[in-house]
């Protein structure tokens, strides 16, 4: 009994350490995690939240250990987010940001360096998605990782060139499954057009796209127009432009359909002239909207000729697309998607393999 009872005692004792060790919290403001994208400061009660309102955002980290959990605020949020998350390049893997501790490999992975992504599938477009306090975002507080896990710092490389899409539904991925709208579970954001394009063309690349949003029209949630949103991520959060902007393209006039030509080229002119003035050198992709022949098109191809600007490409879309590669007639379905890439990796490929590293300078 003797011998059980000191077995026993040491056994125990052993297991204190483990059992005692705490895990270790990143918060969402580490030097060691590194975002993509529009991502906003919250101040939380002892902590500094980061905050997106857009699908395709993206948070990096470079860990050890073989556990990691996401930490999520849901206070407030009425309307549910999704996320795809993925290690060392692996496979996606779909989560709904339904609990404030989420963890993304319960069965564990191998012991080593690991590199996790994050890429935001869908916001929902129902709920209010811009003004404090947000009813349809993601606040992130940070990760959860083993005991004696170490981070390093995960920046994405500017050995890549930053191409930034701006534009409605279509391009956030809302209604790319399914023809209803708005709802997470039909969206998906790295299916559209723009995420299978950024890929193709090796850029680092975000959407920056709301559902109803047009030069002139509000997007859902109340997001205001294009030329009143772009400087923001969020209503009192600006955004970041120390971050070089190589490219960006705006597929916009969609949901600008029952405004004249005149009022739409004002606005839309209005907008070039803002992203102008916070990325100067940055070469703008002025896109036809699918079905342009609709959409003022036309006015898209008559303002890249007004403005007079070299760095303001006009990009014909025309013929990309037959309607069963819509799901409604308006937004592309999955197989339109990837048809609608592949004309626009052709159309941006000669400018974008031009780029060189510190080339642009905002």
């Given at each position: 009994m003797l011998r059980l009872a000191c077995l026993y005692l040491l056994i125990s004792t052993l297991a204190v350490p483990r059992l005692m060790a705490e895990a270790v919290h990143v918060s969402a403001t580490d030097s060691a995690v590194s975002y993509v994208g529009r991502?906003?400061?919250?101040?939380?009660?002892?902590?500094?939240?980061?905050?997106?309102?857009n699908s395709s955002c993206q948070?990096?980290?470079?860990?050890?250990?073989?556990?990691?959990?996401?930490?999520?605020?849901?206070?407030?949020?009425?309307?549910l987010a999704q996320i795809y998350v993925k290690v060392d390049g692996g496979d996606w893997v779909l989560f709904t940001i339904d609990h404030s501790r989420i963890e993304f490999f319960p069965a564990g992975i191998p012991e080593g360096r690991h590199q996790l992504e994050i890429a935001?599938?869908?916001?929902?477009?129902?709920?209010?998605?811009?003004?404090?306090?947000?009813?349809?975002?993601?606040?992130?507080?940070?990760?959860?990782l083993d005991a004696g896990a170490k981070v390093e710092p995960s920046s994405?490389?500017?050995?890549?060139?930053?191409?930034?899409?701006?534009?409605?539904?279509?391009?956030?991925?809302?209604g790319i499954l399914h023809v209803d709208g708005g709802a997470v579970i039909n969206s998906d954001g790295i299916a559209t057009y723009a995420w299978l394009t950024g890929e193709a063309l090796g850029t680092t690349h975000v959407q920056t796209a709301f559902g109803g949003q047009g030069v002139l029209r509000s997007g859902s949630g109340n997001v205001p127009p294009a030329?009143?949103?772009?400087?923001?991520?969020?209503?009192?959060?600006?955004?970041?432009?120390?971050?070089?902007?190589?490219?960006i393209l705006i597929n916009l006039g969609s949901n600008d359909q029952p405004y004249s030509s005149d009022e739409f080229i004002e606005?839309?002119?209005?907008?070039?002239?803002?992203?102008?003035?916070?990325?100067?050198?940055?070469?703008?992709?002025?896109?036809?909207?699918?079905?342009?022949?609709?959409?003022?098109g036309d006015d898209v191809a008559k303002i890249a000729k007004l403005m007079a600007d070299p760095a303001i490409i006009y990009i014909d879309s025309t013929g990309w697309m037959e309607e069963s590669d819509f799901t409604d007639g308006a937004h592309p379905n999955v197989a339109g998607s990837?048809?609608?890439?592949?004309?626009?990796?052709?159309?941006?490929?000669?400018?974008?393999?031009?780029?060189?590293p510190g080339a642009i300078s905002n």
């Amino acid at each position: 009994m003797l011998r059980l009872a000191c077995l026993y005692l040491l056994i125990s004792t052993l297991a204190v350490p483990r059992l005692m060790a705490e895990a270790v919290h990143v918060s969402a403001t580490d030097s060691a995690v590194s975002y993509v994208g529009r991502w906003g400061a919250i101040e939380l009660p002892g902590q500094t939240a980061m905050a997106t309102i857009n699908s395709s955002c993206q948070i990096y980290l470079n860990f050890t250990g073989q556990h990691v959990a996401g930490l999520f605020n849901l206070g407030g949020i009425d309307y549910l987010a999704q996320i795809y998350v993925k290690v060392d390049g692996g496979d996606w893997v779909l989560f709904t940001i339904d609990h404030s501790r989420i963890e993304f490999f319960p069965a564990g992975i191998p012991e080593g360096r690991h590199q996790l992504e994050i890429a935001v599938k869908a916001i929902d477009g129902n709920g209010d998605r811009w003004l404090p306090p947000l009813r349809s975002a993601i606040v992130f507080e940070g990760f959860e990782l083993d005991a004696g896990a170490k981070v390093e710092p995960s920046s994405r490389s500017r050995q890549r060139p930053f191409l930034q899409f701006i534009g409605d539904s279509i391009t956030q991925g809302e209604g790319i499954l399914h023809v209803d709208g708005g709802a997470v579970i039909n969206s998906d954001g790295i299916a559209t057009y723009a995420w299978l394009t950024g890929e193709a063309l090796g850029t680092t690349h975000v959407q920056t796209a709301f559902g109803g949003q047009g030069v002139l029209r509000s997007g859902s949630g109340n997001v205001p127009p294009a030329p009143l949103s772009f400087a923001w991520n969020f209503s009192g959060s600006p955004a970041d432009f120390s971050v070089i902007t190589d490219f960006i393209l705006i597929n916009l006039g969609s949901n600008d359909q029952p405004y004249s030509s005149d009022e739409f080229i004002e606005a839309y002119i209005r907008l070039v002239r803002e992203i102008r003035k916070r990325c100067p050198r940055t070469v703008i992709f002025a896109m036809r909207p699918f079905h342009g022949d609709h959409y003022h098109g036309d006015d898209v191809a008559k303002i890249a000729k007004l403005m007079a600007d070299p760095a303001i490409i006009y990009i014909d879309s025309t013929g990309w697309m037959e309607e069963s590669d819509f799901t409604d007639g308006a937004h592309p379905n999955v197989a339109g998607s990837r048809k609608a890439a592949a004309h626009l990796v052709d159309a941006l490929k000669p400018y974008v393999s031009r780029w060189k590293p510190g080339a642009i300078s905002n």
